[in-house]
């Protein structure tokens, strides 16, 4: 059974709330111990638990997840609802240090059990405690398997996140928050996100023109990690297009007004922002540019919790 199978057949559990599906996540099922009576926990696939039913990830899909991440030594990875500790002991493996967040005491014991035994216990925490109540400011990586209302209630406390922090869920998505990335293991979808920076507001940017250095004042509307907005100019008005942010990357294009086509791509910093400007008029020639922001950065579409009707539409989509 795939876990869209047992998606399906839990649906109706689901929406009561009663069960779903995570990333190695079991949260507060009943333990499977031995016939022998010795007290040897193994969990039992589809059991259901606070949250969640258990449906392991293949390690084909743990791969690919680390690295659609790029995790690396430097990285901290939290898994939410990690179950039996694959992803967690995974990137310990390759050198990062790693935190699993799971309800089910039984399923922690087993996950440092198993860290023991591949090595990696100093590299690989876990920890007993609920996933909507914890603290995973700290990662630079999150990783999950959780079904669709249980990621929109997570979404707006990972867009909290520093920008830059990736994301990576097996099959579910978060909504309207479109994945930066997407691959496919068989039957089974990977989803990659970078936390974005906050790019919106007005911006008065200096780069250089065929006519000479040029202030432009700039304003930007930001809608998860997509932008659109305007470029004000002495005589007209531009849009930009193609406005993205990957994590604190900020890329756009526009016409300037001697009629060269420029790509901007840039380092959003706070209130400042310094990159590169593209020609592409002039065989794509290089130069820097630099902004900064005036007055407050608004609050970006979709940082703050999902609306209920959002919610309400997964169930139809």
């Known amino acids: 059974m795939t876990p869209l199978d047992a998606f399906g057949a839990r649906r109706r559990q689901l929406l009561t709330g009663s069960g779903a599906i995570a990333l190695g996540g079991l949260l507060g099922t009943p333990a499977l111990w031995a016939q022998t009576g010795a007290v040897t926990y193994e969990p039992e696939r589809g059991q259901s638990g606070k949250d969640v039913i258990w449906i392991p990830t293949p390690d084909t899909l743990v791969n690919r997840m680390l690295r659609m991440a790029q995790v690396t030594p430097k990285d901290y990875v939290i898994d939410l609802g990690s179950g039996d500790g694959k992803i967690v002991i995974a990137a310990a493996r390759e050198g990062a240090r790693g935190l699993g967040i799971e309800y089910n005491p039984d399923m922690v014991e087993l996950s440092r059990r198993r860290a023991q035994q591949a090595k990696v216990a100093d590299r690989a925490r876990f920890e007993k405690a609920d996933i909507f109540e914890s603290d995973f400011?700290?990662?630079?990586?999150?990783?999950?398997?959780?079904?669709?209302?249980?990621?929109?209630?997570?979404?707006?406390?990972?867009?909290?996140?520093?920008?830059?922090?990736?994301?990576?869920?097996?099959?579910?998505?978060?909504?309207?928050?479109?994945?930066?990335?997407?691959?496919?293991?068989?039957?089974?979808?990977?989803?990659?996100?970078?936390?974005?920076?906050?790019?919106?507001?007005?911006?008065?940017?200096?780069?250089?023109?065929?006519?000479?250095?040029?202030?432009?004042?700039?304003?930007?509307?930001?809608?998860?990690?997509?932008?659109?907005?305007?470029?004000?100019?002495?005589?007209?008005?531009?849009?930009?297009?193609?406005?993205?942010?990957?994590?604190?990357?900020?890329?756009?294009?526009?016409?300037?007004?001697?009629?060269?086509?420029?790509?901007?791509?840039?380092?959003?910093?706070?209130?400042?922002?310094?990159?590169?400007?593209?020609?592409?008029?002039?065989?794509?020639?290089?130069?820097?540019?630099?902004?900064?922001?005036?007055?407050?950065?608004?609050?970006?579409?979709?940082?703050?919790?999902?609306?209920?009707?959002?919610?309400?539409?997964?169930?139809?989509?």
């Open 137 to 317: 400011s700290q990662a630079t990586v999150i990783t999950m398997y959780l079904l669709p209302h249980l990621n929109l209630r997570l979404r707006h406390r990972i867009l909290a996140l520093k920008p830059g922090t990736r994301v990576v869920s097996h099959e579910f998505r978060m909504g309207r928050w479109r994945p930066d990335e997407s691959a496919k293991v068989g039957h089974a979808s990977v989803h990659l996100w970078l936390v974005p920076a906050n790019a919106g507001g007005d911006w008065e940017f200096s780069f250089p023109q065929q006519s000479g250095p040029r202030t432009v004042r700039m304003s930007f509307t930001q809608r998860f990690q997509y932008v659109t907005g305007e470029a004000l100019f002495k005589d007209f008005t531009a849009l930009p297009s193609d406005g993205k942010l990957l994590g604190e990357r900020l890329s756009f294009d526009l016409t300037d007004e001697d009629g060269h086509l420029r790509r901007f791509v840039g380092r959003v910093a706070g209130d400042r922002m310094e990159g590169s400007v593209y020609d592409f008029t002039n065989n794509g020639a290089r130069q820097p540019f630099s902004a900064r922001r005036l007055g407050a950065a608004p609050p970006f579409d979709g940082a703050g919790p999902a609306p209920e009707h959002e919610a309400e539409s997964l169930g139809t989509e």
